[in-house]
């Protein structure tokens, strides 16, 4: 297997689609929604590239961190470092130069893109820890890719503003909703070897209602962000879609039958924040 190949493999580079398109909405409200500010491709690119090495950072970190749980999980046995694809030198290694990077990256942003990106890789290298004490590790999840709305608006506008905070919010509860769904696969595991989730905290069930709850939360969010920026028919339209897929990914997971979890976890959150970001983008652009 090519080298880049086991790198791209070790950190899920497809699963980028989750947060990326969010970091964009970010980058576009800060050009185009407050109106103070201009396009550049500069920045765009820095704001990308900080995107796919935080993240390139927190995967590795993951990967080198759950090793020894990976070796032992049916499930995840032949993930790249348990199956010795790649060494936990080498995955430990790529995770510094990814995270060195980033901060690299910031500096030729702005000050406070810089400031900030400690704390930053701190949060999502510090939640491939939280599984061994908290069954809260799916919002820490969240918080992470939650980063980058707000992250990709800061790199523009260098300071905070509430609509963008709006949609980081709406990252946080939706990534913590269908990572449940997606930790329900390994209730019996977590639960085995004391690792904490909430599916092993609460059940099958009880897990899906939690998920359920902050998807209602993130489809609240959505009609009030809406709201609030004085969206119009465009990105309503984008939301009523992405409504429907948020109802539709709950009607494919049973508590006794998780066999289209793939399907609910990668394929339709993948529509989802793809959807969101063409429709919300075409609505600043257009209007």
């Known amino acids: 297997m090519p ?12 699963h980028t689609i989750f947060a990326l398109p969010f970091a964009l909405i970010g980058f576009a ?5 407050s109106g103070q500010y201009t396009f550049d491709w500069r920045t765009l690119l820095l704001m990308l590239a ?4 935080a993240r390139n950072a927190a995967m590795a970190f993951n990967r080198y961190l759950d090793r020894r749980f990976d070796a032992k999980n049916p499930r995840t046995v032949m993930r790249e470092v348990p199956a010795g694809v790649i060494s936990p030198k080498s995955a430990l290694t790529f995770t510094i130069i990814n995270a060195l990077l980033f901060i690299t990256a910031t500096y030729f942003i702005n000050p406070l893109c810089f400031y900030l990106s400690p704390i930053a890789i701190f949060v999502v290298l510090f939640y491939s820890y939280t599984k061994r004490f908290t069954a809260l590790c799916h919002i820490v999840l969240g918080v992470g890719l939650a980063l980058a709305p707000i992250g990709a608006y800061l790199t523009i506008t260098g300071k905070f503003d509430p609509v963008p905070l709006f949609f980081s919010f709406i990252v946080l509860t939706w990534v913590s909703g269908f990572d449940i769904i997606y930790a329900l696969q390994d209730e019996e595991f977590d639960r085995d070897h004391q690792l904490n989730s909430i599916p092993a905290a609460l059940g099958k069930k009880n897990a899906l209602m939690v998920s359920n709850v902050l998807h209602v939360i993130s489809a609240a969010l959505i009609i009030g ?18 409504l429907s897929l948020l109802v539709y990914q709950h009607t494919l997971v049973k508590p006794n039958d998780l066999s289209k ?16 970001a063409i ?7 257009l209007n």
Do not use: R
């Not at 409200?29 to 929604?33: F, P, S, T």
């Not at 920026?229 to 879609?241: E, L």
């Open 29 to 33: 409200l800060a050009v185009l929604y």
């Open 261 to 276: 979890v793939n399907l609910a976890f990668g394929t339709t959150n993948g529509i989802i924040s793809m959807v969101f």
């Open 225 to 242: 962000v809406g709201f609030y920026a004085a969206f119009h028919w465009i990105y309503w339209i984008g939301a009523a879609i992405v």
């Open 50 to 53: 900080c995107m796919v090495t």
């Open 279 to 285: 429709f919300t983008i075409a609505d600043l652009l």
């Open 3 to 14: 080298i880049l190949k086991k790198y791209l493999s070790l950190v899920k580079f497809s």
